[in-house]
């Protein structure tokens, strides 16, 4: 009944929580309401039995949905003009997905509209409809190239949210009523309101530092080559080791005692090449595709995310991954530089690693 008449209840998802947790896939039976969940079951029935305070809607007017999300969760109100204010018509919250929950706070924002929508479209039905948000959707839709969110995600959401051509996005500046869901972290609510540009911030959330790059840094830069790698020994025995050398020599090379990984002996090589370039301006060249994607692609996306993939599982070679992204920060400047491996030519700035023959 709960389910059936959420629109009509303010906050219901927070208010419905302590009892959501007793209808898992482990749960008992039989159920004992106690403590919280016994409050949450009373204040659920107070609410079914008082009156609305949402008007209905009338199909002569468009409507305008504020969306917010906070805390993983998706909160919007559907409202309309009545009386020179917005009226609502419906509220609506969801928790966002484990993926969705991990993106930086302004493809959350992406997130909470597309759920929103899905919300709304049965009330709505094709009416016009402006959306207000507090980031610029739309834009990080069409010119944003981020690795945060696969290609299934990015369609998903521009077909809900770009696709309906009912649906006019705005940037929300004035007080966003989604906001005022009751909240013990209320308070933080006005960050959202800063001036921001949300395509620099999604950037910046990508990479481990701001100013690292992919391509070789100007003159007056140390060049640095480095490769790791896996072998099994004359007892058939697994043994990884690394190397960080210049053109002219080798800086480090070692086994690694109790590895048997190449992937772990690259991230290796590419922490000690950082470590042994503290304050330099320093081109990394690297063969390795999983080291090199670790630097400009994924590895920050998983730190934010705590390291864990989207099924909770912790993700492979974590704790060497956080070394190598605290290392990044130690040089001056950086460049960590994709080149191919065991290659006869010389044009090391793309195309050979002199590291692979250390």
Known sequence: MVSYCHQCIH???TLAKPLLKLTQKDALDEIELKGDEMDAFIELKECMCRAPALGMPDYTKPFTLFCHERIACSLSVLTQAHGGVNRAVAYFLAT???IAAALPGCLRAVATV???LSQSKGIVMGHP???MVPHSVEILLTRSRTQHMTGARLTRYETIIL???????KRCTTLNPATLFPSENAEIENVEYIEHDCLQITEFCTKPRPDIKDTRLEENNQVIFVDGSCLRDALGILKAGYAVCTVTG???ASWLQGVNSAQVAELVALTRACQLSALMKVTIYTDSQYGFGIVHD???LWSQRGFMTSSGSPVKNGERIRELLHAIQLPGEVAV???SAHSKSQDYGGHSNPGSRC
């Open 11 to 13: 906050n219901s998802l």
């Open 96 to 98: 966002l997905d484990p």
């Open 114 to 116: 597309g759920i929103s």
């Open 129 to 131: 409809l402006t959306v």
């Open 163 to 169: 696709g309906s051509p009912n649906v006019q996005l």
């Open 250 to 252: 080798v800086l480090e």
């Open 298 to 300: 994924f590895g920050q």
């Open 337 to 339: 530089v994709k080149c």
